[in-house]
């Protein structure tokens, strides 16, 4: 296998280690000890797991989480009403509320509810218009990871042709900012994409995040090039990313394998803005 693979659980251990001792130090120079919020509508077991590991992560970097379990039939007024209160409590820096929600609320009036200064997910139409401004905000915690696990390998970005796969609002579109921000010349490939594979073939550093398992194969990769899988797909197989990795591997200088890649930075970076937010006094 020719590919360096890029360890996630590695570098977002180091990241986390990292936050927890400037927590510390933090709360040393009289700071209060930052707190993060989250917010679980329904009972769906994913999600409770999810929710788990972020308090655990909190707890292991030294900071306070509080938790909200609504029912699943909780009304968006109800909901709105939560996020509002959360939003004005001084006691809390970070405010998540975990996707998705029950169909009879709206994510987008949910995301729009969150004080920009304690969204720590990044998705607030404010942090939005700071990213794509190039100015200072919080920013969405898996492109922040992928640009953790970019630096951590040291691919040098400025000048570098750069694919991303997928124009998600959470992943590649905060994406096209953040690698504009390091002066990456960027391309964005979606489905009406004519020729994925020659456009992605220009690549030194190749993202997918389109949600299809193991759309990108060797035909897709230039040698050499830096390929990031940000795909979490469930299939009769178990879990695959959006990368052939076996097939990659052989073409490609490094990448990241799924699962252990991108995943663990995820929670990794929600630890670095939930610190961010308290610092700036949400």
Known sequence: MAATIIDGKKVSLEVREGVAAQVAAFVEGGGEVP???????????????????????CEEAG?????????????????LGLIESLSSDA???????????????????????INPAKDVDGLTPTNVGLLASGRPGLVPCTPAGVL???????????????VIVGRSNLVGR???NLLLGRNATVTVCHSRTRDLAGVCRRADVLIAA????????????KPGATVIDVGMNRTEDGLK?????AAVAEIAGAITPVPGGVGPMTIAMLMVNTLTAARSGG
């Open 63 to 79: 900071m306070a989480s509080v938790h909200h379990g609504l029912p699943d039939g909780t009304s968006q007024p109800d909901l």
């Open 35 to 57: 707190t993060l919020a989250t917010v679980l509508v329904g009972a769906d077991p994913a999600s409770e797991i999810y929710v788990a590991n972020k308090h655990r992560a």
């Open 241 to 245: 990313g959006d990368v052939d990795f």
């Open 91 to 113: 006691s809390v820096d970070g405010i998540l509320v975990q996707l998705p929600v029950p169909e009879q609320i709206d994510p987008d009036l949910v995301t729009r509810a």
């Open 210 to 221: 389109v949600g299809v398992a193991e759309l990108i194969g060797a035909d897709h990769v």
């Open 174 to 176: 905060p994406l096209v």
């Open 148 to 162: 953790e696990l970019l630096d951590h390998q040291g691919v040098e970005l400025e000048g570098a042709e750069a």
